[in-house]
């Protein structure tokens, strides 16, 4: 199937699989819902019917604006099947971005689905040149007809239709020439434009990295190797599919493979769903596999008395066997024994508890906590850390299937190349890897050297050819005794502390490190409860010096591993989360550091003012102030 794009490839797998089950969805509080593969190859080719008769065509670009669902993958396909290319737009967008993608991109049509997404794209509609309807659908959770939403707005349906419209459009061209669209497919060639996806802009404006059909489908091809996927299979779609992550390895490796797509109603009800469907496959982000973790681990933990030492015990022994597994080495007898023991009284038990069908874990879009990593392989559940940007379209590396090491991102995909420029920053090149910025070619001449992409990360390559990355290099902190420091890995380390949710460390020209911290709430009231603290809520909670202590003490124990240079000596707890809105966080929950430090400038230095009046005082730092 490597010879063709995306669209035939969708046909084709729908035209084979046919009555099997494609997706499963629900309305409302229903039940999951059945669709097969022939119902959903006719609902993307109404669609796509639709479409043409508004006129997109080979060359034309479609928006999608909504949160995940199997309608936003009908409306990709549509698109995608008439030649056209996507233009995924993030749930969370702020509006100034929904205008400079949309026009960048020069979009025709945008699908919207929910009010809310809806009156963003209007505040901006007037600025929008290229932009000639809007496809508007109601949210499966309910929500006003199409009618409505054009009274309440006072559009036309010159300016705005629903799905059922759409359709309606597009019967008299059906009728006209029944294989348009699958005309279309076949006429796409491998080096066309499938998607542009903007990335996120941690320093400024968007981007759009313009990924070709051959990208991607090169890819798919070399997954199976590495991550087998099978037609009796089920995936569970929760994640944003406006993310290279979600769509490349859920959306297009689901349709390369065949199977079943569950979508999740939502990203906080994805446990519930996670029961209901019993997935084989899944992928995740690491804020959402440590969730996982916590859980369990606060069950392991609740235990108390010997369960809790044989638990303990048992995945002791599993993380033994990872290590010496991921360094090729042999399980000794006694070992293996041990392993038959904690599968047998433990491992089996927690898989239950986790997902039983999962076979394996792809995680990705962050780095990923090692330990965490560690518990779910060693208990039975496969793992696998990768490591990709949107310009690579996805995975350039992923960890093996028996040789796991937790910490690295893995050796490289069968498409791509890699190598570490003198200063360690990563660079690859291959098949999979984006030719170039949408019409942006001062953007792309900088990012590529020789031919090679330049990622701006930096990382390390072990003797296996794994690598490990260990910052941004636009990150790289440089202390006032020129010493290189890696903000990202200390960082890591300090979100390994319970109730933790972000930390950003500076420390540019500086003598010693800072933090700024947040905390989740919940998880910090009831670390609270049960450390006995007087504190009825979390403001309270972040104004006592018991929390501070407790604070202060775990920093310094997981900071064993550092460098004196590297530990964070003074901190502030922020009494909110970092936040989209505010510009602080970009549409991927990427900070955005240089916006942080900006907002927060008096803050650290007066973490800087007290470091040095403790250490001109002679006394021991107070390393704990509370901020807004």
């Known amino acids: 199937m490597s010879h063709v794009s995306l669209g035939q490839m969708f046909l084709e797998r729908a035209q084979t699989l046919a009555d099997k089950t494609a997706i499963r969805y629900k309305e409302g509080k ?63 967008s702020s509006v100034s971005d929904v205008e400079h993608i949309l026009n960048n991109s020069e979009t025709e049509a945008v699908f919207v689905s929910g009010e809310p997404l809806l009156a963003k794209l209007l505040e901006v509609r007037h600025k929008l040149s290229a932009l000639k309807k809007i496809i508007y659908w109601t949210p499966l959770a309910g929500g006003k007809s199409v009618e409505e939403i054009r009274e309440k707005n006072g559009l036309t349906t010159d300016q705005l239709i629903g799905l059922n419209e759409l359709k309606a459009l597009g019967q ?13 497919a076949s006429k796409i060639q491998l080096q066309d434009i499938a998607t542009v996806i903007y990335t996120s802009g941690t320093t400024g404006t968007p981007k759009g990295v313009a990924i070709s059909h051959d990208n991607i489908i090169s890819l798919l091809v070399t997954l199976p190797k590495h991550l087998p996927l099978f037609v009796n299979d089920t995936y569970l779609s929760y994640l944003p599919l406006s993310h290279v992550f979600e769509r490349v390895c859920g959306e297009f490796y689901w349709l390369y493979a065949g199977g ?37 681990r606060s069950g392991i933990d609740g235990a108390g008395g010997r369960a809790k030492v044989m638990i303990d015990w048992a995945i002791g022994v599993g993380v033994e066997a990872l290590h010496l597994e991921g360094e090729g080495k042999a399980i000794r007898p006694a070992l293996k ?64 299937r028996g040789k796991i090491k937790p910490g690295t991102v893995g050796p490289v995909m069968d498409t791509v190349e890699m190598k570490l420029a ?19 070619e001062k953007a792309t001449r900088d990012c590529f050297e020789n031919g090679w992409f330049k990622t701006g990360d930096i990382g390390v390559l072990d003797h296996d050819g794994y690598l490990r990355i260990t910052d941004r290099k636009k990150d790289l902190i440089v202390n006032s005794s020129g010493k290189n420091i890696a903000p990202q890995r200390i960082e890591a380390i300090l979100r390994t502390i319970p109730g933790v949710s972000q930390a950003i460390v500076f420390g540019d020209k500086r003598k010693s490190l800072v933090a700024l911290i947040t905390l989740e709430e919940q998880a910090a009231l009831e670390l609270g409860r049960e450390k006995g603290w007087n504190a009825e809520t979390f403001e309270q909670l ?67 003012k007290e470091e040095a009046a403790s250490a001109g005082s002679g006394s021991e730092a107070n390393s704990v102030t509370t901020k807004r």
């Open 337 to 400: 024994l041990k392993l038959w023991l904690a599968e047998k009284i433990v491992f089996k038990k927690l898989r239950e508890r986790i997902g039983p069908q999962i076979r394996f874990i792809i995680v990705g879009g962050a780095p990923a906590t090692p330990h965490v990593l560690e518990f779910f392989n060693a208990i039975g559940i496969c793992a696998l850390e990768g490591y990709g940007l949107t310009e690579t379209t996805a995975p350039t590396n992923v960890n093996r």
């Open 542 to 608: 972040v104004e006592m010096r018991e929390l501070k202590n407790w604070l202060k003490k775990e920093i310094n124990l997981r900071s064993s591993q550092l460098a004196e240079y590297e530990v964070v000596k003074n901190f502030a707890i922020l009494k909110q989360d970092l936040a989209i809105d505010s510009g602080e966080l970009t549409a991927t929950l990427k900070v955005k550091r240089n916006v942080v430090a900006e907002k927060y400038k008096a803050h650290i230095d007066s973490l800087y």
């Open 172 to 184: 008299p061209l059906a009728k006209e020439n029944a294989t348009l669209i699958s005309q279309r």
């Open 422 to 440: 003198e200063d360690g920053e990563i660079l690859v090149r291959g098949s999979s890897i984006f030719k170039g910025y949408y019409k942006d």
């Open 30 to 92: 229903g039940e999951y819902q059945p669709m097969s593969w022939r119902d959903f190859s006719v609902l993307v080719e109404q669609l796509a019917f639709g479409l043409a008769a508004l006129g997109i065509g080979p060359g034309s670009s479609v928006g999608i604006f909504s949160a995940t669902s199997h309608l936003w993958i009908v409306a990709d396909l549509a698109t995608i099947c008439n030649g056209a290319f996507s233009v995924p737009l993030y749930p969370n």
């Open 260 to 296: 079943t797509n569950a979508f999740a109603e939502s990203i906080e009800t994805m446990a519930k769903n996670l029961n209901e469907i019993k997935p084989t496959y899944l992928l995740a982000v690491p804020r959402v596999l440590d969730r996982i973790y916590a859980k369990v």
